[in-house]
Protein backbone atom coordinates (compact mmCIF):
# COMPACT_ATOMS: atom_id res chain seq x y z
CA UNK A 1 0.00 0.00 0.00
CA UNK A 2 2.46 2.20 1.12
CA UNK A 3 4.76 1.32 -1.74
CA UNK A 4 2.28 2.26 -4.49
CA UNK A 5 2.36 6.06 -2.70
CA UNK A 6 6.13 6.31 -3.06
CA UNK A 7 6.03 4.42 -6.62
CA UNK A 8 3.84 7.18 -8.41
CA UNK A 9 4.09 10.54 -9.63
CA UNK A 10 2.92 12.12 -6.01
CA UNK A 11 6.61 10.61 -4.29
CA UNK A 12 8.65 13.86 -3.59
CA UNK A 13 12.10 12.82 -3.24
CA UNK A 14 13.30 16.36 -2.30
CA UNK A 15 10.95 16.10 0.32
CA UNK A 16 11.42 11.94 1.53
CA UNK A 17 14.86 12.21 1.27
CA UNK A 18 15.36 15.74 3.19
CA UNK A 19 13.74 13.99 6.12
CA UNK A 20 15.95 11.21 5.70
CA UNK A 21 18.54 13.42 5.81
CA UNK A 22 17.58 15.19 8.76
CA UNK A 23 16.47 12.11 10.53
CA UNK A 24 19.82 10.48 10.01
CA UNK A 25 22.02 13.25 11.03
CA UNK A 26 19.76 13.46 14.95
CA UNK A 27 21.07 9.92 14.99
CA UNK A 28 24.63 10.46 14.34
CA UNK A 29 24.65 13.18 17.17
CA UNK A 30 22.73 11.21 19.74
CA UNK A 31 24.90 8.26 18.82
CA UNK A 32 28.21 10.73 19.22
CA UNK A 33 26.84 12.22 22.46
CA UNK A 34 26.38 8.66 23.80
CA UNK A 35 29.58 7.48 23.33
CA UNK A 36 31.75 10.54 24.09
CA UNK A 37 30.26 10.52 28.09
CA UNK A 38 30.79 6.50 28.20
CA UNK A 39 34.18 6.21 29.87
CA UNK A 40 33.66 2.51 31.49
CA UNK A 41 31.10 -0.10 31.86
CA UNK A 42 29.08 1.40 34.25
CA UNK A 43 28.30 4.01 31.57
CA UNK A 44 27.92 1.00 29.09
CA UNK A 45 25.65 -1.00 31.53
CA UNK A 46 23.70 1.25 33.28
CA UNK A 47 24.37 4.70 32.38
CA UNK A 48 26.38 5.85 34.69
CA UNK A 49 23.66 5.66 37.07
CA UNK A 50 22.88 9.67 37.18
CA UNK A 51 19.65 9.82 34.45
CA UNK A 52 16.81 11.75 35.78
CA UNK A 53 13.24 10.55 36.15
CA UNK A 54 11.70 12.14 32.92
CA UNK A 55 14.26 10.57 30.89
CA UNK A 56 14.20 7.19 32.38
CA UNK A 57 10.43 7.75 31.74
CA UNK A 58 10.84 8.70 28.16
CA UNK A 59 13.71 5.96 27.90
CA UNK A 60 11.42 3.13 29.30
CA UNK A 61 8.49 4.34 27.58
CA UNK A 62 10.07 4.53 24.50
CA UNK A 63 11.54 0.42 24.67
CA UNK A 64 8.08 -0.25 25.84
CA UNK A 65 5.65 1.08 22.97
CA UNK A 66 7.86 0.10 20.02
CA UNK A 67 6.93 -0.30 16.25
CA UNK A 68 4.70 -4.10 17.27
CA UNK A 69 2.66 -1.74 19.70
CA UNK A 70 1.58 1.23 17.18
CA UNK A 71 1.45 -0.77 14.05
CA UNK A 72 1.07 -4.07 15.71
CA UNK A 73 -1.83 -3.12 18.34
CA UNK A 74 -3.55 0.01 15.92
CA UNK A 75 -3.96 -2.29 13.59
CA UNK A 76 -5.27 -5.32 15.65
CA UNK A 77 -7.77 -2.59 16.93
CA UNK A 78 -8.09 -2.05 13.02
CA UNK A 79 -9.65 -5.85 13.43
CA UNK A 80 -11.59 -6.43 16.52
CA UNK A 81 -12.41 -2.46 17.44
CA UNK A 82 -12.69 -0.01 20.38
CA UNK A 83 -11.59 -3.20 22.60
CA UNK A 84 -8.36 -2.88 22.29
CA UNK A 85 -8.24 -0.13 23.96
CA UNK A 86 -8.53 -1.89 27.16
CA UNK A 87 -4.44 -2.89 25.79
CA UNK A 88 -3.63 0.91 27.01
CA UNK A 89 -4.96 0.69 30.73
CA UNK A 90 -3.02 -2.43 31.30
CA UNK A 91 0.23 -0.79 29.66
CA UNK A 92 -0.56 2.19 31.80
CA UNK A 93 -1.67 -0.26 35.35
CA UNK A 94 0.90 -3.22 35.02
CA UNK A 95 3.98 -1.39 32.49
CA UNK A 96 4.25 1.40 34.05
CA UNK A 97 2.51 1.90 37.68
CA UNK A 98 2.50 -1.44 38.85
CA UNK A 99 6.11 -1.32 37.86
CA UNK A 100 6.97 1.46 38.56
CA UNK A 101 5.59 1.80 42.16
CA UNK A 102 5.71 -1.86 43.11
CA UNK A 103 8.71 -3.67 41.61
CA UNK A 104 10.85 -0.56 40.76
CA UNK A 105 11.89 0.49 44.34
CA UNK A 106 12.44 -3.01 45.22
CA UNK A 107 14.45 -3.97 41.57
CA UNK A 108 16.48 -0.49 42.36
CA UNK A 109 16.93 -1.03 46.06
CA UNK A 110 17.94 -4.79 46.00
CA UNK A 111 19.81 -4.25 42.75
CA UNK A 112 21.62 -1.19 43.95
CA UNK A 113 22.63 -3.14 47.30
CA UNK A 114 24.17 -6.08 45.79
CA UNK A 115 25.70 -4.22 42.90
CA UNK A 116 23.40 -5.90 40.31
CA UNK A 117 24.04 -4.51 36.24
CA UNK A 118 21.73 -6.57 34.48
CA UNK A 119 18.11 -8.50 35.85
CA UNK A 120 20.01 -11.96 35.64
CA UNK A 121 22.88 -11.01 37.90
CA UNK A 122 20.35 -9.64 40.14
CA UNK A 123 18.96 -13.10 40.63
CA UNK A 124 22.34 -14.48 40.39
CA UNK A 125 23.53 -12.57 43.41
CA UNK A 126 20.07 -12.73 45.83
CA UNK A 127 20.30 -16.30 45.68
CA UNK A 128 23.96 -16.87 45.60
CA UNK A 129 23.88 -18.68 42.09
CA UNK A 130 25.72 -18.43 39.58
CA UNK A 131 23.44 -21.11 37.57
CA UNK A 132 20.28 -19.12 38.32
CA UNK A 133 22.11 -16.00 36.66
CA UNK A 134 23.92 -18.02 33.37
CA UNK A 135 20.35 -19.68 33.14
CA UNK A 136 18.36 -16.05 33.06
CA UNK A 137 21.15 -15.30 30.55
CA UNK A 138 20.92 -17.89 28.59
CA UNK A 139 17.11 -17.58 28.48
CA UNK A 140 17.61 -14.36 27.51
CA UNK A 141 20.26 -14.45 24.64
CA UNK A 142 18.52 -17.90 23.15
CA UNK A 143 14.26 -16.83 22.86
CA UNK A 144 14.94 -12.94 22.70
CA UNK A 145 15.97 -13.02 19.31
CA UNK A 146 12.81 -14.18 18.04
CA UNK A 147 11.30 -10.51 19.81
CA UNK A 148 14.06 -8.96 18.09
CA UNK A 149 14.06 -10.60 14.93
CA UNK A 150 10.62 -9.95 14.40
CA UNK A 151 11.02 -5.97 14.93
CA UNK A 152 14.02 -6.03 12.60
CA UNK A 153 11.91 -8.04 9.87
CA UNK A 154 8.98 -5.52 10.25
CA UNK A 155 11.25 -1.76 9.88
CA UNK A 156 12.97 -3.79 6.59
CA UNK A 157 9.51 -4.66 5.28
CA UNK A 158 8.65 -1.30 5.65
CA UNK A 159 11.87 0.51 4.34
CA UNK A 160 11.97 -2.26 1.45
CA UNK A 161 8.21 -1.02 1.01
CA UNK A 162 8.65 3.21 1.34
CA UNK A 163 12.38 3.33 -0.10
CA UNK A 164 12.53 0.65 -2.76
CA UNK A 165 15.56 -1.24 -1.48
CA UNK A 166 16.35 -4.78 -1.43
CA UNK A 167 14.79 -6.41 1.98
CA UNK A 168 18.11 -7.76 2.87
CA UNK A 169 20.09 -4.56 2.31
CA UNK A 170 17.58 -2.62 4.47
CA UNK A 171 17.87 -5.32 7.41
CA UNK A 172 21.87 -4.68 6.84
CA UNK A 173 21.71 -0.89 7.23
CA UNK A 174 19.09 -1.36 9.97
CA UNK A 175 21.42 -3.73 12.09
CA UNK A 176 24.35 -1.49 11.50
CA UNK A 177 22.15 1.88 12.60
CA UNK A 178 21.56 -0.27 15.79
CA UNK A 179 24.97 -1.64 16.22
CA UNK A 180 26.35 2.13 16.08
CA UNK A 181 24.28 3.04 19.54
CA UNK A 182 24.82 -0.40 21.21
CA UNK A 183 28.41 -0.60 20.59
CA UNK A 184 29.37 2.71 20.59
CA UNK A 185 27.37 4.54 23.47
CA UNK A 186 25.72 1.56 25.65
CA UNK A 187 22.92 2.21 27.45
CA UNK A 188 23.84 6.03 27.78
CA UNK A 189 23.90 6.11 24.12
CA UNK A 190 20.59 4.66 23.98
CA UNK A 191 18.60 6.83 26.67
CA UNK A 192 20.04 9.67 24.93
CA UNK A 193 18.31 8.63 21.62
CA UNK A 194 15.25 7.55 23.29
CA UNK A 195 14.64 10.92 25.02
CA UNK A 196 14.71 12.71 21.73
CA UNK A 197 13.22 9.67 19.55
CA UNK A 198 10.29 9.17 22.16
CA UNK A 199 9.33 13.26 21.73
CA UNK A 200 9.32 12.78 17.84
CA UNK A 201 6.61 9.48 18.71
CA UNK A 202 5.13 11.00 20.88
CA UNK A 203 4.31 14.24 18.71
CA UNK A 204 4.19 12.21 15.64
CA UNK A 205 1.52 9.72 16.75
CA UNK A 206 -0.70 12.35 18.65
CA UNK A 207 -0.86 14.02 15.26
CA UNK A 208 -1.85 11.14 13.48
CA UNK A 209 -4.61 10.31 16.07
CA UNK A 210 -5.94 13.96 16.15
CA UNK A 211 -6.20 13.95 11.78
CA UNK A 212 -7.82 10.32 11.81
CA UNK A 213 -10.19 11.09 14.64
CA UNK A 214 -11.24 14.83 12.19
CA UNK A 215 -11.70 12.56 9.34
CA UNK A 216 -14.13 10.11 11.11
CA UNK A 217 -16.09 13.02 12.46
CA UNK A 218 -14.41 14.24 15.66
CA UNK A 219 -15.69 13.04 18.90
CA UNK A 220 -19.14 11.52 18.23
CA UNK A 221 -16.72 8.33 16.21
CA UNK A 222 -16.61 6.72 19.83
CA UNK A 223 -20.05 5.58 19.20
CA UNK A 224 -20.56 5.90 15.72
CA UNK A 225 -17.98 3.59 15.06
CA UNK A 226 -20.27 0.57 16.83
CA UNK A 227 -22.71 1.73 13.55
CA UNK A 228 -20.00 0.47 10.92
CA UNK A 229 -20.79 -2.90 8.88
CA UNK A 230 -18.35 -5.35 10.20
CA UNK A 231 -16.70 -7.76 7.65
CA UNK A 232 -17.97 -11.45 7.19
CA UNK A 233 -14.43 -12.98 8.20
CA UNK A 234 -14.52 -11.16 11.49
CA UNK A 235 -18.06 -11.94 12.49
CA UNK A 236 -16.45 -15.74 11.97
CA UNK A 237 -14.13 -15.28 14.09
CA UNK A 238 -16.61 -13.60 16.28
CA UNK A 239 -16.20 -9.87 16.14
CA UNK A 240 -19.75 -8.43 16.37
CA UNK A 241 -18.91 -4.30 16.53
CA UNK A 242 -16.03 -2.25 16.46
CA UNK A 243 -17.43 -0.93 19.23
CA UNK A 244 -18.07 -3.33 22.01
CA UNK A 245 -15.92 -7.05 22.87
CA UNK A 246 -16.34 -10.01 20.59
CA UNK A 247 -18.43 -13.12 21.04
CA UNK A 248 -17.47 -14.81 24.22
CA UNK A 249 -15.49 -17.82 23.94
CA UNK A 250 -14.96 -17.24 20.32
CA UNK A 251 -11.40 -17.37 18.72
CA UNK A 252 -10.72 -13.94 18.90
CA UNK A 253 -11.81 -13.76 22.14
CA UNK A 254 -9.21 -16.63 23.47
CA UNK A 255 -6.60 -14.55 21.78
CA UNK A 256 -7.59 -11.02 22.87
CA UNK A 257 -8.34 -12.11 26.64
CA UNK A 258 -5.30 -14.87 27.16
CA UNK A 259 -2.48 -13.58 24.68
CA UNK A 260 -2.75 -9.61 24.86
CA UNK A 261 -4.43 -8.91 28.07
CA UNK A 262 -3.35 -11.45 30.18
CA UNK A 263 0.20 -12.31 28.53
CA UNK A 264 0.87 -8.96 27.91
CA UNK A 265 0.10 -7.80 31.42
CA UNK A 266 2.36 -10.18 33.42
CA UNK A 267 5.08 -9.75 30.23
CA UNK A 268 5.22 -6.33 31.22
CA UNK A 269 6.70 -6.79 34.85
CA UNK A 270 9.42 -9.31 33.50
CA UNK A 271 11.05 -7.74 30.17
CA UNK A 272 14.82 -7.34 31.19
CA UNK A 273 15.35 -4.80 28.83
CA UNK A 274 12.81 -2.46 30.72
CA UNK A 275 13.93 -3.63 33.95
CA UNK A 276 17.21 -2.69 33.79
CA UNK A 277 16.27 1.19 33.32
CA UNK A 278 15.29 0.85 37.35
CA UNK A 279 19.21 0.53 38.11
CA UNK A 280 20.13 3.74 36.09
CA UNK A 281 18.12 6.23 38.63
CA UNK A 282 20.20 8.31 41.41
CA UNK A 283 17.92 6.97 44.14
CA UNK A 284 14.65 5.37 44.97
CA UNK A 285 12.46 8.65 45.08
CA UNK A 286 12.91 9.18 41.21
CA UNK A 287 11.33 6.43 40.06
CA UNK A 288 8.03 7.83 41.72
CA UNK A 289 8.40 10.88 40.10
CA UNK A 290 8.82 9.64 36.51
CA UNK A 291 5.42 7.70 37.06
CA UNK A 292 3.76 10.57 35.84
CA UNK A 293 6.00 10.98 33.17
CA UNK A 294 5.59 7.41 31.80
CA UNK A 295 1.98 7.41 32.18
CA UNK A 296 1.19 10.56 29.68
CA UNK A 297 3.98 8.90 27.20
CA UNK A 298 2.09 5.43 27.14
CA UNK A 299 -1.30 6.72 27.12
CA UNK A 300 -0.74 9.24 24.16
CA UNK A 301 1.78 6.94 21.92
CA UNK A 302 -0.06 3.42 22.56
CA UNK A 303 -3.57 5.06 23.16
CA UNK A 304 -3.30 7.31 20.16
CA UNK A 305 -1.53 4.01 17.33
CA UNK A 306 -4.58 2.38 18.58
CA UNK A 307 -7.55 4.64 18.35
CA UNK A 308 -6.08 5.54 15.34
CA UNK A 309 -6.40 1.69 13.80
CA UNK A 310 -10.12 1.24 15.34
CA UNK A 311 -10.96 4.54 13.79
CA UNK A 312 -9.77 3.98 10.72
CA UNK A 313 -13.22 1.55 9.20
CA UNK A 314 -15.09 4.67 10.25
CA UNK A 315 -12.72 7.38 8.35
CA UNK A 316 -12.69 5.20 5.32
CA UNK A 317 -15.76 3.95 5.65
CA UNK A 318 -17.59 7.33 5.85
CA UNK A 319 -15.35 8.86 3.12
CA UNK A 320 -17.50 8.71 -0.48
CA UNK A 321 -14.25 8.21 -2.30
CA UNK A 322 -12.68 5.00 -0.61
CA UNK A 323 -16.82 3.54 0.94
CA UNK A 324 -15.19 0.62 2.41
CA UNK A 325 -13.42 -0.43 6.07
CA UNK A 326 -9.88 0.44 6.36
CA UNK A 327 -9.90 -3.52 6.96
CA UNK A 328 -11.34 -4.91 3.72
CA UNK A 329 -9.10 -2.49 1.95
CA UNK A 330 -5.88 -4.07 3.04
CA UNK A 331 -7.14 -7.00 1.86
CA UNK A 332 -8.18 -8.24 5.74
CA UNK A 333 -4.59 -7.71 7.01
CA UNK A 334 -4.69 -6.06 9.87
CA UNK A 335 -0.60 -5.10 9.95
CA UNK A 336 -1.21 -3.04 7.22
CA UNK A 337 -4.23 -0.99 8.40
CA UNK A 338 -2.28 2.04 10.37
CA UNK A 339 0.42 2.37 7.24
CA UNK A 340 -2.88 2.46 5.00
CA UNK A 341 -4.15 5.29 7.57
CA UNK A 342 -1.20 6.73 6.86
CA UNK A 343 -1.52 6.91 2.99
CA UNK A 344 -5.22 7.84 3.32
CA UNK A 345 -6.02 10.60 5.42
CA UNK A 346 -2.18 12.41 5.89
CA UNK A 347 -0.38 14.86 3.86
CA UNK A 348 2.18 13.71 2.16
CA UNK A 349 5.46 15.12 3.82
CA UNK A 350 3.34 14.45 7.20
CA UNK A 351 3.05 10.88 6.15
CA UNK A 352 6.82 10.56 5.67
CA UNK A 353 7.49 12.40 9.11
CA UNK A 354 5.24 9.30 10.46
CA UNK A 355 6.83 6.48 8.95
CA UNK A 356 10.56 7.99 9.99
CA UNK A 357 8.31 7.93 13.99
CA UNK A 358 7.75 4.71 13.27
CA UNK A 359 10.94 4.09 12.62
CA UNK A 360 12.03 5.73 15.57
CA UNK A 361 9.72 3.34 17.78
CA UNK A 362 11.25 0.35 16.55
CA UNK A 363 14.90 1.76 16.61
CA UNK A 364 14.14 2.05 20.98
CA UNK A 365 13.01 -1.37 21.16
CA UNK A 366 15.71 -2.96 19.07
CA UNK A 367 18.72 -1.26 20.63
CA UNK A 368 17.22 -1.93 24.24
CA UNK A 369 16.76 -5.74 23.21
CA UNK A 370 20.32 -5.77 21.82
CA UNK A 371 21.99 -4.16 24.98
CA UNK A 372 20.17 -6.96 27.10
CA UNK A 373 20.97 -9.95 24.73
CA UNK A 374 24.81 -8.92 24.97
CA UNK A 375 25.08 -8.02 28.43
CA UNK A 376 23.54 -11.26 29.11
CA UNK A 377 25.41 -13.48 26.77
CA UNK A 378 28.98 -10.96 27.82
CA UNK A 379 28.45 -10.42 31.07
CA UNK A 380 26.05 -13.01 33.10
CA UNK A 381 27.15 -16.10 31.38
CA UNK A 382 30.61 -14.93 30.23
CA UNK A 383 32.40 -12.91 32.65
CA UNK A 384 30.14 -13.94 35.78
CA UNK A 385 29.70 -17.48 34.27
CA UNK A 386 32.83 -18.28 32.72
CA UNK A 387 34.90 -16.44 34.71
CA UNK A 388 35.90 -14.80 31.47
CA UNK A 389 38.29 -11.53 32.50
CA UNK A 390 36.23 -8.88 32.91
CA UNK A 391 35.86 -5.76 29.86
CA UNK A 392 33.50 -3.14 28.35
CA UNK A 393 35.28 -4.42 24.78
CA UNK A 394 33.65 -7.90 25.78
CA UNK A 395 30.36 -6.87 26.15
CA UNK A 396 30.34 -4.30 22.86
CA UNK A 397 31.75 -8.10 21.11
CA UNK A 398 28.90 -9.89 22.65
CA UNK A 399 26.72 -7.12 21.21
CA UNK A 400 27.86 -7.58 17.73
CA UNK A 401 27.55 -11.30 18.53
CA UNK A 402 23.98 -11.00 19.37
CA UNK A 403 23.21 -8.26 16.55
CA UNK A 404 24.41 -11.26 14.05
CA UNK A 405 22.28 -13.91 15.72
CA UNK A 406 19.25 -11.63 15.29
CA UNK A 407 20.10 -10.89 11.62
CA UNK A 408 20.02 -14.48 10.83
CA UNK A 409 16.97 -14.98 12.81
CA UNK A 410 15.30 -12.03 10.86
CA UNK A 411 16.28 -13.62 7.75
CA UNK A 412 14.88 -16.75 8.39
CA UNK A 413 11.69 -15.62 10.55
CA UNK A 414 8.98 -16.41 8.13
CA UNK A 415 6.01 -13.82 6.93
CA UNK A 416 3.06 -12.94 9.76
CA UNK A 417 5.45 -13.65 12.64
CA UNK A 418 5.75 -10.19 14.08
CA UNK A 419 2.92 -10.66 16.44
CA UNK A 420 3.42 -14.33 17.30
CA UNK A 421 7.02 -14.00 17.81
CA UNK A 422 6.39 -10.81 20.15
CA UNK A 423 3.55 -12.66 22.07
CA UNK A 424 6.25 -15.97 22.65
CA UNK A 425 8.65 -13.86 24.14
CA UNK A 426 6.40 -11.85 26.52
CA UNK A 427 4.86 -15.38 27.64
CA UNK A 428 8.65 -17.20 28.32
CA UNK A 429 9.94 -14.61 29.76
CA UNK A 430 6.92 -13.73 32.44
CA UNK A 431 6.71 -17.52 33.31
CA UNK A 432 10.43 -18.09 33.84
CA UNK A 433 11.48 -14.49 35.53
CA UNK A 434 8.43 -13.09 37.09
CA UNK A 435 7.78 -15.82 39.95
CA UNK A 436 11.64 -15.41 40.70
CA UNK A 437 11.84 -11.87 40.55
CA UNK A 438 9.19 -11.32 42.86
CA UNK A 439 10.71 -14.50 45.38
CA UNK A 440 14.29 -12.17 44.82
CA UNK A 441 12.41 -8.62 46.07
CA UNK A 442 9.86 -9.51 47.97
CA UNK A 443 10.25 -12.63 49.83
CA UNK A 444 12.87 -12.63 52.19
CA UNK A 445 12.31 -16.79 52.75
CA UNK A 446 12.54 -17.03 49.00
CA UNK A 447 15.61 -20.17 48.61
CA UNK A 448 17.41 -20.67 45.81
CA UNK A 449 15.94 -24.09 45.18
CA UNK A 450 12.85 -22.55 44.79
CA UNK A 451 13.84 -20.02 42.15
CA UNK A 452 15.84 -22.92 40.07
CA UNK A 453 12.38 -25.24 39.80
CA UNK A 454 10.14 -22.13 39.23
CA UNK A 455 12.55 -21.30 36.25
CA UNK A 456 12.75 -24.72 35.19
CA UNK A 457 8.90 -25.09 35.49
CA UNK A 458 8.41 -22.47 33.54
CA UNK A 459 10.38 -22.89 30.34
CA UNK A 460 9.55 -26.30 30.29
CA UNK A 461 5.72 -25.60 30.58
CA UNK A 462 5.36 -22.96 28.24
CA UNK A 463 7.75 -24.53 25.69
CA UNK A 464 5.61 -27.94 25.87
CA UNK A 465 2.48 -25.99 25.38
CA UNK A 466 3.96 -24.15 22.43
CA UNK A 467 5.02 -27.33 20.76
CA UNK A 468 1.85 -29.56 21.44
CA UNK A 469 -0.46 -27.80 23.01
CA UNK A 470 -1.66 -24.16 21.91
CA UNK A 471 -2.82 -25.38 18.24
CA UNK A 472 -1.67 -21.40 16.57
CA UNK A 473 2.13 -22.17 17.38
CA UNK A 474 1.54 -26.05 17.67
CA UNK A 475 0.00 -26.71 14.19
CA UNK A 476 2.93 -24.63 12.54
CA UNK A 477 5.77 -26.07 14.42
CA UNK A 478 4.08 -29.76 13.61
CA UNK A 479 5.71 -31.86 15.89
CA UNK A 480 2.44 -32.90 17.67
CA UNK A 481 0.93 -33.86 14.52
CA UNK A 482 4.13 -35.71 13.69
CA UNK A 483 4.15 -37.96 16.88
CA UNK A 484 0.10 -37.82 17.90
CA UNK A 485 -1.53 -37.19 14.32
CA UNK A 486 -3.27 -34.06 15.01
CA UNK A 487 -2.46 -30.30 15.48
CA UNK A 488 -2.81 -30.19 18.98
CA UNK A 489 -3.29 -32.29 21.92
CA UNK A 490 -6.35 -30.89 23.06
CA UNK A 491 -7.56 -30.16 19.49
CA UNK A 492 -11.08 -28.68 20.03
CA UNK A 493 -10.74 -27.96 23.49
CA UNK A 494 -10.48 -24.47 24.88
CA UNK A 495 -7.25 -25.15 26.06
CA UNK A 496 -6.03 -25.52 22.67
CA UNK A 497 -6.94 -21.70 22.24
CA UNK A 498 -5.74 -20.26 25.57
CA UNK A 499 -2.25 -18.84 25.91
CA UNK A 500 0.25 -20.80 27.37
CA UNK A 501 1.21 -18.28 30.08
CA UNK A 502 -2.21 -18.71 31.53
CA UNK A 503 -1.00 -21.64 32.08
CA UNK A 504 2.87 -21.29 32.68
CA UNK A 505 2.97 -18.56 34.86
CA UNK A 506 0.39 -19.80 37.77
CA UNK A 507 2.28 -23.07 37.53
CA UNK A 508 5.61 -21.93 38.25
CA UNK A 509 4.72 -19.70 41.19
CA UNK A 510 2.85 -22.46 42.71
CA UNK A 511 6.34 -24.49 42.04
CA UNK A 512 8.09 -21.21 43.56
CA UNK A 513 5.97 -21.02 47.17
CA UNK A 514 5.57 -24.78 47.56
CA UNK A 515 9.04 -25.62 47.44
CA UNK A 516 10.37 -22.48 48.82
CA UNK A 517 8.21 -23.66 52.10
CA UNK A 518 9.44 -27.03 51.67
CA UNK A 519 13.26 -25.76 51.62
CA UNK A 520 15.38 -24.04 54.12
CA UNK A 521 17.13 -20.82 53.36
CA UNK A 522 20.64 -21.37 53.53
CA UNK A 523 23.25 -18.38 52.69
CA UNK A 524 20.75 -16.55 50.06
CA UNK A 525 21.59 -12.37 50.38
CA UNK A 526 18.98 -10.86 52.63
CA UNK A 527 16.94 -8.47 52.11
Same mark, same amino acid.
Given at each position: ????R??? @???????????????????????????????????????????P?????I?Y??????????????G?????????????????????????????????A?????? @??????????????????????????????L????V????????????G???????????V???????????K??????????I????????????????????????A?S????P????K???R????L?????????????T????I??????????????????N???????????????????????????????A?Y??????????????????????????S???????????????S????????QI??????????????????????G?????A?I?? @???I????????S??????A?????????F??????????????????I????????T?V?????????????????????????????NW??????????V???????????F????????S?
Amino acid at each position: ELGQRVNS @AAFNPYIFYGIAIAFLALLGILAYLGWVRTKNSDDFMLAGKRVPPWLMAISYGSALISTSSIVGFGGKAGGVGLAMVLIVAINIGMGVIMAYIVFGPKIRAVGTKMG @AQTMPELLGLRFKSKFIQGVAGVVNFVFMPLYAGAVLVSVSRLMETIIGINFGVALIIYAVIIAIYVVGGGLKGMIFADAVLGILKFVGVATMFIIVLSKAGGFGAFSAVSQVPVPEALVKEGVRSFGTLPVFGSPIWWQLITTLFFGISVGLLSQPQLGVRFLTLKNTRDIKIAVGFGAVFVLVVNGGGILTGALSNLAAYSNPAIGKTAIEMVGMNVDSIIPFAIRSFLPEWLGYIILFTLFSAALSTSTAQIHTMATSLGYDFMIKGLKVKASIGLVKAAALISL @AVVIIVGYLLPKSIVATATAMFFGIAASVFLPSICGAIFWKRCTRAASIASMLTGIGTIVFMYFFVHIKESASIGLCNMFFGKPSLFEGNWLSMCDPTCIAVPLSFLVLFVVGFLTKVTNEESI
